[in-house]
């Protein structure tokens, strides 16, 4: 079963997810993987890991028996995983719909087994019997890696929303416009902020709900003469162990999603309008704040994002299926926008592909290796967003608009 250990009673350093028995004692294999091999991961990659693991673990146990998985694990039983590994891998493939999580499902439960064989055959002697181990672990490693849960499809090109839908979100999202969904005013500039930072900075969901209340840094640059703003994308300073209350805590994605990003300033503006007039004085250091003086979460934000799709003109979610086959809006959405948009900008101002690229992947988060910049490219030459975005970018009538009147 998995678990959620997050009681202060609990040291810190063993805070987290973790995968217990039907007894509730820790699953022993599951914990030294989890505090080793995939401990770097961002939160919810690794509980999601930890989630197709316990998977794996429950069917073994109604397999075999109770604790089948660890035992076969610790007694090198390669007969005993071999029939776990194939009777899991028929199941997962003879479901009634099979997704790429489920071919995600196959391989972590494959990569868990092997690395625990791994690590037993280097810290034991090497004999007979263990190199018959190895030779047999290879040969399951060798068969298993081949088995697909799927067909691989094509990647496709990553899809920017239609001009049309960008329009509608400024809109709706507009916090003194008449058709806002959202009846507190506190509720519409935390969402229209969380907006703004993801559509124009480019941020991911969890790097926003780790943003501090003081996120946005000025200094006054001498040589152009003006006071430039910024934002460190980072864990959040001020928290201390217990300072997260969140079920599902965000983190940041990767060591290269550690960045500084510019900010122009109108969007510092609009932060700090939210942060002096609508936050309140919460008991936390987070920049968005829920209702309930919490930390936002991250299914409120998601679920907020789902609302405003739902009041979205019915010919903009037409186009809006027509174009990228989707019916809702979803946060990483605004992300992908602003990818294509910046990508534009700088091809338009003169970088070659290659130098836009390598400035897209420190603006972005992304590490040298990652492919997400080139996924862009061929989104970028589509001219749906023209109407809706000039050179400038962030100068947009719409935000000077929602900015308070009087205050």
């Known amino acids: 079963m998995f678990r959620q250990l997050n009681s202060s009673l609990v040291p810190a350093a063993l805070r987290g997810p973790v995968l217990v028995d039907k007894t509730g004692i820790p699953r022993y294999w599951s914990a030294i993987w989890s505090a080793t091999s995939i401990a770097q991961l961002a ?20 397999l075999i028996g109770a604790n089948a998985l660890d035992d076969a ?9 071999a029939a776990i590994l194939e009777s899991w891998f028929i199941s997962i493939r003879n479901q009634p719909a099979v997704t790429s999580a489920d071919e995600n499902r196959w391989q972590t439960g494959l990569g868990f087994v092997t690395d625990v064989i791994t690590w037993l055959s280097s810290a034991r002697s090497a004999d007979d019997r263990l190199r018959h181990i190895e030779q047999r672990l290879h040969r399951l490693s060798s068969l298993y890696s081949q088995l697909r849960v799927r067909r691989r499809a094509a990647v496709d090109a990553v899809r920017s929303l239609p001009a049309s839908t960008v329009g509608a979100l400024y809109a709706l999202l507009d916090p003194e416009g008449p058709q806002n969904p959202f009846l507190r005013m506190k509720t519409r500039w935390r969402v229209y902020v969380a907006f703004v930072l993801m559509l124009h900075q480019g941020l991911r969901r969890g790097e926003i ?8 840094k000025s200094a006054y640059d001498q040589k152009q003469n003006r006071t430039r703003y910024w934002l460190n994308v980072q864990e959040n300073g001020y928290e201390d162990d217990d300072g997260d209350p969140r079920y599902s805590k965000p983190s940041i994605k990767t060591v290269h999603s550690v960045r500084q990003v510019p900010v122009s300033q109108l969007t510092a503006t609009i932060v700090e309008t939210y942060v002096e007039n609508y936050r309140g004085r919460p008991d936390h250091p987070f920049l968005l704040n829920a209702q309930s003086n919490m930390p936002l979460a991250t299914e409120t934000l998601t679920k907020a994002f789902a609302q405003v799709s739902r009041c979205l003109p019915s010919d903009v979610l037409n186009e809006l299926q027509d174009r990228t086959g989707k019916e809702s809006v979803t946060p990483h959405d605004l992300r992908h ?60 009538v719409a935000l000077l608009r929602a900015l308070p009147k009087g205050r």
């Not at 694990?73 to 995983?81: I, T």
């Not at 709900?209 to 946005?216: M, N, S, T």
């Open 43 to 62: 939160s919810s990659t690794l509980t999601q890991k930890l989630r197709y693991v316990e998977n794996l673990y429950q069917h073994a146990d109604d």
């Open 73 to 81: 694990l610790s007694g090198f039983d390669d007969q005993a995983l």
């Open 209 to 216: 709900l780790l943003l501090p209340a003081d996120a946005v």
């Open 337 to 396: 926008t602003c990818a294509v948009v910046r990508l534009h900008q700088l091809l338009e101002q003169g970088d070659s592909m290659d130098e836009a690229l390598q400035k897209m992947r420190t603006f972005f988060g992304w590490s040298s290796k990652s492919v997400m910049p080139s996924r862009y490219a061929r989104a970028v030459f589509e001219d749906r967003l023209a109407n809706v975005w000039n050179d400038a970018f962030d100068d947009r």
